[in-house]
Every structure is written in structure tokens, then in C-alpha cells.
T-cell receptor, first 113, second 113 residues
Framework: NAGVTQTPKFRILKIGQSMTLQCTQD?????MYWYRQDPGMGLKLIYY???????DKGEVPNGYNVSRSTTEDFPLRLELAAPSQTSVYFC????????????FGPGTRLLVL | GQQLNQSPQSMFIQEGEDVSMNCTSS?????WLWYKQDPGEGPVLLIA?????ELTSNGRLTAQFGITRKDSFLNISASIPSDVGIYFC?????????????FGTGTRLQVTL
């Protein structure tokens, strides 16, 4: 199993550009999450999904969109990049409701200039 | 929103020393998770605690679930250079359609030879 994979590893965007951060897991986990981690800070939840076709907002959803068309994939979209979205983005997955442990991907480092 | 406070914020220790860190909350958690984040990587689960008073070990790491359910402790014995990283506590809260993890502010550990 590759676990949770994220692409790209690093990206520089200009203000106003859009991009999609990819996240894939091969563990057949129902639950998937997107977090952002600002320098020196903990992780803040952006969006999450409890299964294909179901998504919900987290703590800091503004400026982002998600979709979950398959169990494996949970892409995060930035429509109009802003400097405040400069951060490291982590995707995580979890088997289901009875297991709290989340498994994280390696992260995507995003710089908006 | 809910915040988990970790202390100390950072530690500089010598190889071979023991390390203690803690995590406190203003409200009760039923599960405590401890993660480690290596530089440039995603968090990796170290220990999961499910019961008040529980003491669980993973190699040189020992974590305890506080009896009040509002705190948890992580100890590392005989530190080695690869212990360097950021240690996060996390606890789940059920809101919306699923439980979500609240992460602590992190304890940054530096180990010198």
C-alpha cells in the first residue's frame, strides 16, 4: 500500500491563479480530510468527506472547494489564490467512524506570490 | 474553537536525556492521539489512548491519558537524534457528519549530540 499520496509536492502560484491539489489513498478508507498548516502552527481543518459524494466544511473552508467522486480521491481546489493561502496542505484518511486515527500524506507546499 | 495547549513550545535537549511534554484542554476528550511530524513530512501516529488513566508505551515512548480526561502526557526516554521533530497531541470531536481532530499547538524537539 502506498497509503496517502499527494501531488504536487511544491507549487508557486500567482495571485488570482487557480489550482487543484490532488490526494489519493489506496486503503479503502471512507473518511478523508484536508488540513492546512501555517508556519509554526498546528493543523487546521479545511474540508472533510465521510464517503464518496459527501463533503462538509471544516474550520477554515473559505477560498477552497472539494469534491469526492470516488472513495480513493479527494482533490482540493483553490479558485482564486491569495497570499493568505500560502501554507502546507495535508490530506489525511481514516477507515471509518469507529477508528479515530488519521493517516497523513506527505503534504503539498504552496506559495502564493 | 476548541484548542489544545501543549507545553513546552520547544525543547533543546542532549542526546540520551529523557523528555516530557503535555497537552491540556478546557474540555473532556474520550480519545487522545500523539503524532510526530518530521521536517518536511506529514504527521505520523505514535500512540493512541482510549481510556482515562491509560498508560501506553511504544518503544521509548510512553503516553498517558489523564484521569480528568482533560490532559495527556508524552514521555521519551533516552532521546536520540532521530527524535527531532514536532510532536502534536490531538483529540476527536463529533460535529457535523463526522468526528474531527483538534490538534495541539505542538512541541518542537531539538536533540543535540
Amino acid at each position: 500500500n502506498a497509503g496517502v499520496t499527494q501531488t504536487p509536492k511544491f507549487r508557486i502560484l500567482k495571485i488570482g491563479q487557480s489550482m487543484t491539489l490532488q490526494c489519493t489513498q489506496d486503503m479503502n478508507h471512507n473518511y478523508m480530510y484536508w488540513y492546512r498548516q501555517d508556519p509554526g502552527m498546528g493543523l487546521k481543518l479545511i474540508y472533510y468527506s465521510v464517503g464518496a459524494g459527501i463533503t462538509d466544511k471544516g474550520e477554515v473552508p473559505n477560498g477552497y472547494n472539494v469534491s469526492r467522486s470516488t472513495t480513493e480521491d479527494f482533490p482540493l481546489r483553490l479558485e482564486l489564490a491569495a497570499p493568505s493561502q500560502t501554507s502546507v496542505y495535508f490530506c489525511a484518511s481514516r477507515p471509518g467512524a469507529l477508528q479515530e486515527t488519521q493517516y497523513f500524506g506527505p503534504g503539498t507546499r504552496l506559495l502564493v506570490l | 474553537g476548541q484548542q489544545l495547549n501543549q507545553s513546552p513550545q520547544s525543547m533543546f535537549i542532549q542526546e540520551g536525556e529523557d523528555v516530557s511534554m503535555n497537552c491540556t484542554s478546557s474540555s473532556i476528550f474520550n480519545t487522545w492521539l500523539w503524532y510526530k511530524q518530521d521536517p518536511g513530512e506529514g504527521p505520523v501516529l505514535l500512540i493512541a489512548l482510549y481510556k482515562a488513566g491509560e498508560l501506553t508505551s511504544n518503544g521509548r515512548l510512553t503516553a498517558q491519558f489523564g484521569i480528568t480526561r482533560k490532559d495527556s502526557f508524552l514521555n521519551i526516554s533516552a532521546s536520540i537524534p532521530s527524535d527531532v521533530g514536532i510532536y502534536f497531541c490531538a483529540g476527536p470531536r463529533f460535529t457535523g457528519t463526522a468526528s474531527k481532530l483538534t490538534f495541539g499547538t505542538g512541541t518542537r524537539l531539538q536533540v543535540t549530540l
